[in-house]
């Protein structure tokens, strides 16, 4: 039952989380809210059983937490008569959905333009230019994506101790700063706009690779991801990085289906059944792509990393076999890529196409060898897993089978995920 409980906790946190702080505008206070519906869980449901919907069961209970807090705010700070009654409703058995009316209340008119998404109006918030950048991303990756601070250092390539102090600081940020829970306006929501997407980038590659944990996949934080890019492109349809965002998730959500086999065990994007990828995902992520690359030549700034890397994807996509891959030019949009946007994981994705080409296109295993040896000294990289594992598949296609079930093993110690251990140990052990 305490698996089944941390289960459906770890799918539906968000929303709770996303909720709560919409009533009692404060982020701090509606994580223990939440926390207080989880305990409740926890006590209850070995117990009495498992609810029939357990998720609805979380949301009400993480409500009357709530409301019970708003009680005693008002009461103590003797609020209008107004609010007062609309508090009393609460004594009713059957709780009205008085949110709408209450948030009306508490806080300014609310402008035409807002979308009423509890999800979205807190991904903004986290996301708030009062931040750094790299705090809006560790926060929403932790309010929305539900990840611990373990995975969101994984995610983000940064020292855990960093990224919980990250954490710390910005709630307490936001709480100091007096901050509306709404959704922003006009250059602020611009100036937002690209930690947002920064965030529902590292929220979807989390579900598609799970850095931790017996999973190898977690669609729920996939779905969730891909939703709020299409919010997103609903809101700023004129954004190219926007359109690029989504068609480099849509692109990406059309194979999930196929990153597993029967018995759930991972299957290689080159192993994959093509036909099991979604056509029409390829379909939407390609026009996505087609408005992203329009809006670009119109921008003096030219196209975005997400276009980039939707571009990347396009060239899958557009496969009909794995042989059929146009490797030459995925490592041309690798070279826009490192170009414009530098980092070491893009040179080691390069390195991979590169492996992928033909010694006639002046490719293969050995060039690209050549490539990963500086990525070897890059900090960043030093205990990221897929340096180790790219360098196996390498030394490995090159015949030099010990070396590369070393670095198969080094691979396997490195990953955080239960799935990606068994494979890498499963291919250290064919050599």
């Known amino acids: ?96 959905d008085f949110a709408p009316e209450l948030i009306r209340s508490l806080d300014q008119a609310a402008d035409a333009a807002h979308i009423d998404d509890d999800l979205l109006r807190l991904l903004f918030i986290a996301c708030h230019p009062v931040l750094p950048p790299a705090s809006r ?25 960093t990224v919980a102090q990250r954490i710390v600081r910005a709630k307490r940020t936001l709480a100091d700063s007096g901050l509306p829970f709404e959704l922003p306006q006009g250059a602020a929501r611009r100036e937002a706009l690209g930690s947002v997407l920064a965030v529902v980038y590292l929220m979807f590659n989390e579900g598609h690779a799970a850095s931790s944990g017996a999973d190898w996949l977690r669609p729920a934080l ?123 994981v893009v040179s080691l994705n390069r390195a991979v196409a590169v492996s992928m080409m033909s010694a006639e296109q002046g490719g293969g295993p050995a060039v690209a060898l050549a490539l990963l040896q500086p990525l070897r000294e890059q900090p960043a990289l030093r205990d990221y897993p897929w340096l180790a594992s790219v360098e196996g598949d390498v030394l490995a296609r090159l015949g030099r089978g010990r070396e590369a079930r070393e670095a198969f093993e080094r691979a396997a110690r490195l990953s955080g995920n239960a799935q990606d251990q068994a494979l890498l140990r499963a291919r250290a052990a064919e050599l």
């Not at 539906?12 to 701090?28: C, F, G, M, P, Q």
């Not at 560790?138 to 101790?161: F, K």
């Not at 390829?282 to 980039?308: E, H, M, S, V």
């Open 1 to 96: 039952m305490r698996d089944t409980v941390a289960a459906i906790w770890r799918q539906e946190s968000a929303r709770i989380v996303a909720h709560v702080a919409r009533l009692v505008r404060d982020l701090d206070r509606a994580e223990e809210l939440a926390q207080d519906a989880l305990l409740a869980a926890l006590e209850t449901w070995p117990r009495d059983g498992l609810p029939d919907k357990p998720a609805a069961w979380l949301m009400t209970t993480a409500k009357h937490r709530a409301l019970d807090h708003l009680r005693r705010v008002a009461m103590q700070a003797r609020q209008e008569e107004a609010l007062a009654q609309d508090l009393q409703t609460l004594q009713a058995d059957v709780e009205p």
């Open 137 to 161: 991303v560790a926060l929403t990756l932790r309010l929305l994506g539900g990840l611990s601070t373990a995975e969101i250092a994984r995610a983000c390539l940064q020292p855990e101790a």
């Open 222 to 344: 996939c779905e969730e991801a891909l939703r709020l890019a299409r919010v997103l492109a609903g809101l700023s349809p004129q954004e190219s990085e926007v359109q690029g965002l989504l068609a480099l998730l849509e692109i990406q959500s059309s194979r999930l289906a196929a990153r597993g086999d029967a018995q759930g065990r991972p299957v290689l994007l080159m192993a994959q059944d093509r036909r099991r990828w979604d056509a029409l995902l390829i379909r939407r992520g390609l026009a996505a792509l087609a408005r992203a690359q329009t809006l670009a030549q119109a921008d003096p700034a030219g196209p975005g990393p997400y276009q980039l890397q939707a571009a990347i994807a396009a060239c899958h996509a557009r496969a009909a076999t794995a042989e059929a891959t146009d490797w030459p030019a995925i490592v041309a949009a690798y070279d826009a890529l490192a170009a414009r946007f530098p980092s070491p």
